[in-house]
């Protein structure tokens, strides 16, 4: 990996698919512990048992008491976050200065002509 990775620990959002799953597997692989985070807990238990380097935290970063949950729940636990990988996407809910501004033109980004 390129970095020492012994007694690192990694903090990955949006970890129960997709990109935020292969993220959260790679660093475990390399030798880190890692807090996957995602709404569905199910998945997240799943990657746990195939990872035992995984520590699934079940959160939406869309609600104020996960995201402040969150980092309390690793310094408790692990003491220490080492790397941050905010991969989750918070779509249909605008929040904080997001809601005060103009809807973001959702057709342009999709439509090629």
């Not at 959160?59 to 309390?72: F, H, I, K, N, Y």
């Amino acid at each position: 990996m390129g970095m020492s990775s012994r007694g690192k620990v990694a903090v990955v959002t949006g970890a129960s698919s997709g990109i935020g799953d292969a993220i959260a597997r790679r660093l475990a692989a390399g030798g880190l512990t890692v807090v996957a985070v995602g709404r569905r807990a199910e998945r997240l238990d799943a990657l746990a048992q195939r990872q035992p380097r995984i520590v699934p935290f079940p959160a939406d970063v869309g609600r104020r008491t996960d995201v402040t949950s969150l980092p309390e729940f690793v310094a408790a636990e692990l003491g220490r976050c080492d790397v941050l990988v905010n991969n989750a996407g918070i779509g249909g809910r605008p929040v904080g200065a997001a809601a005060a501004a103009p809807p973001f033109p959702r057709a342009r980004l999709c439509d090629p002509s």
